[in-house]
């Protein structure tokens, strides 16, 4: 079965970095258009960023744009996401997603459990 694992997650100060690692397995990884989304506390989940099947396109939240940094290595069946200069408004659950190159969650077909990313101010 489609497996996507998320780490990566923990505590950071206000201005760090921390990078997300999505590993997945059960599916043709190098077919697949991979999002991230997080979901803070009270609030939907938002859409954070997506890269296309080749790595050749990205697109970003505008909350995160200049911030965050969205990767791929297939080979390695894993994408990542670089989130420097991180903000309190940051913290939640990143969740990575395999399927549409979309903003929208419903066009994700697979989903990971999450990882929980907390910015302290």
């Known amino acids: 079965q489609v497996q996507l694992v998320e780490s990566g997650g923990g505590l950071v100060q206000a201005g760090g970095s921390l990078r997300l690692s999505c590993a997945a397995s059960?599916?043709?990884?190098?077919?697949?258009?991979m999002g991230w989304f997080r979901q803070a506390p009270g609030k939907d989940r938002e859409f954070v960023a997506v890269?296309?099947?080749?790595?050749?396109?990205?697109h970003y939240a505008d909350s995160v744009k200049g911030r965050f940094t969205m990767s791929r290595d297939n080979a390695k069946n894993t994408v990542y996401l670089q989130m420097n200069t991180l903000k309190p408004g940051d913290t939640a659950v990143y969740y990575c997603?395999?399927?549409?190159?979309?903003?929208?969650?419903?066009?994700?077909?697979?989903w990971g459990q999450g990882t929980q990313v907390t910015v302290s101010s």
């Open positions: 059960g599916l043709t990884f190098s077919s697949y258009n």
């Open positions: 890269i296309s099947w080749s790595g050749d396109n990205t």
């Open positions: 997603a395999a399927g549409g190159y979309n903003v929208r969650a419903s066009e994700y077909d697979y």
